[in-house]
């Protein structure tokens, strides 16, 4: 089984494989995950981090193992004033992905009425989830898990 210690926000050439995550799953310290070519490989992190879409593990070895945003299940939101509706999104601490036109959130019943509430219109959709990283991280503004991120980058360009 390979191990990885460390995790770099991006690539440094190609990926030897891929491990497709949901957003949950790609904030871990230790666990073991199966690649896309199906192997084991150990997640030994120093700390609880968060892991991009785009971001790479390095195993021991130094193989890289690229990290995908997996589909899943979120809620695609259009308003006509949607700057008003981002900031009751991010007043409830809720991770949001900010794009032209649309916003996107991990689907809750609750927050979908809380928006169509205040003119949004929502739709259920299924595609990956990279939202905003947030003053605090990388996306994970959610619990107040300020400064619990961690990006290591122990090389030089």
């Avoid at 991006?10 to 199966?34: C, I, M, N, W």
């Amino acid at each position: 089984m390979q191990t990885t210690h460390t995790y770099h926000d991006h690539g440094h050439g190609p990926a030897s494989d891929s491990l497709q995550l949901t957003y949950e799953d790609r904030f871990l310290r230790r666990k073991v995950l199966t690649t896309a070519k199906g192997a084991d490989l150990l997640v030994d992190l120093k700390q609880t981090t968060s892991l991009d879409h785009g971001g790479r593990l390095v195993t021991t070895d130094g193989a890289e193992v690229e990290i995908i945003a997996a589909p899943e299940p979120l809620l695609e939101i259009t308003a006509d004033d949607l700057t008003r509706v981002a900031w009751h999104i991010g007043n409830r601490h809720t991770p949001c992905q900010i794009e032209a036109g649309r916003l996107l959130i991990q689907n809750d019943p609750v927050m979908a009425s809380m928006l169509e509430h205040l003119g949004a219109t929502t739709r259920a959709v299924t595609e990956p989830f990279t939202p905003e990283g947030g003053a605090y991280g990388h996306g994970r503004t959610h619990a107040h898990e300020h400064g619990a991120t961690l990006h290591t980058h122990a090389h030089d360009h």
